[in-house]
Nanobody, 123 residues
Framework: VQLQASGGGLVQAGGSLTLSCAASGRTFSGYAMGWFRQAPGKEREFVAAISWNYGLTYYGDSVKGRFTISRDSAKNTLYLQMNSLKPEDTAVYYC?????????????????WGQGTQVTVSS
C-alpha cells in the first residue's frame, strides 16, 4: 500500500490550500482515511477523518469549521480542503489509511501512512 500526499506549500494567513492523497492499488475501498499533522517540536495531531461507510467525517477542534475532508473512491484519492489558514496550521501533513472502515482520531488505528507534505502559513 502506498499513499502519496501532495498539495502543500507556502500560503499567507487567511488563504486556502487543498491537499491530495493518492492511494495505489485496490487499497482505498472499504477503509477509513485520515489526515494528521505534526509541527516541529510537537506531537502528532489528529486533523480529520472520514469513514468508508456513509462518509462520516470527524475533525480536530482546532480545524473544525475551516477544513473539509472528502474522498473520491473512483480516483482512489483523499482530499483536505483547508480554508482560513492560520500560522498555527504550519506542519507536515500526513494522510493515513485506517485498519477498518470506521474513522478514528487515534493514529494507532491507521495501518498505512503517506510521506507527508509541508504546509507553511505565513503571518
Amino acid at each position: 500500500v502506498q499513499l502519496q500526499a501532495s498539495g502543500g506549500g507556502l500560503v499567507q494567513a487567511g488563504g486556502s490550500l487543498t491537499l491530495s492523497c493518492a492511494a495505489s492499488g485496490r487499497t482505498f475501498s472499504g477503509y477509513a482515511m485520515g489526515w494528521f499533522r505534526q509541527a516541529p517540536g510537537k506531537e502528532r495531531e489528529f486533523v480529520a477523518a472520514i469513514s468508508w461507510n456513509y462518509g462520516l467525517t470527524y475533525y480536530g477542534d482546532s480545524v473544525k469549521g475551516r477544513f473539509t475532508i472528502s474522498r473520491d473512491s473512483a480516483k482512489n484519492t483523499l482530499y483536505l480542503q483547508m480554508n482560513s489558514l492560520k500560522p498555527e496550521d504550519t506542519a507536515v501533513y500526513y494522510c493515513a489509511r485506517g485498519a477498518g472502515w470506521a474513522a478514528s482520531r487515534l493514529g494507532g488505528d491507521y495501518s498505512y501512512w503517506g510521506q507527508g507534505t509541508q504546509v507553511t502559513v505565513s503571518s
